[in-house]
């Protein structure tokens, strides 16, 4: 496995628009995309700061999995994402390693990426997403 660098870090939020204003009034951050991921109920606004992506999640349904981490945890970072070449044979190489997997495939993520999450219980508590730039469709 080959971590090419941090794709991302998600940070959960009640209120997108109000949370990508702040981003902008006080950090100077400017907001270039913001999308919804349908299939994960989730809109996203992503900043760059220097080579690193910060990707904001606001759920879409009241029941969605950032609405479920909000009520149970508070706003607050959500994940980190790491950018892998290969990721169909990283998640076979961390089977092998016993790395839990949420997602045994990859699948679509915002930015057309690919991606796949791992278990926080087989990395020390913290959701880890794999990415992977997408040059072919899933």
């Not at 009640?14 to 100077?28: A, Q, R």
């Not at 220097?50 to 999995?65: C, D, F």
């Not at 190489?93 to 699948?107: N, Y």
């Amino acid at each position: 496995m080959k971590i090419n660098n941090i794709e991302h870090i998600g940070i959960a939020v009640k209120n997108l628009t109000e949370t990508i204003k702040f981003y902008e009034d006080v950090f100077g951050l400017k907001c270039y995309a913001v999308e919804e991921v349908q299939d994960q109920k989730v809109r996203t606004a992503f900043f760059m700061v220097g080579q690193t992506k910060v990707e904001l999640l606001e759920s879409t349904e009241p029941y969605g999995p950032i609405s479920k981490f909000i009520d149970k945890r508070g706003e607050g970072i959500h994940h980190i994402a790491y950018a892998v070449e290969d990721l169909k044979s990283t998640l076979d190489e961390l089977v092998k390693k016993g790395v839990q997997l949420i997602d045994k495939a990859p699948r679509k993520g915002a930015e057309e990426m690919s991606i796949a999450f791992l278990h926080p219980k087989s990395t020390n508590g913290v959701l880890t997403e794999l990415c992977e730039q997408n040059k072919k469709k899933i």
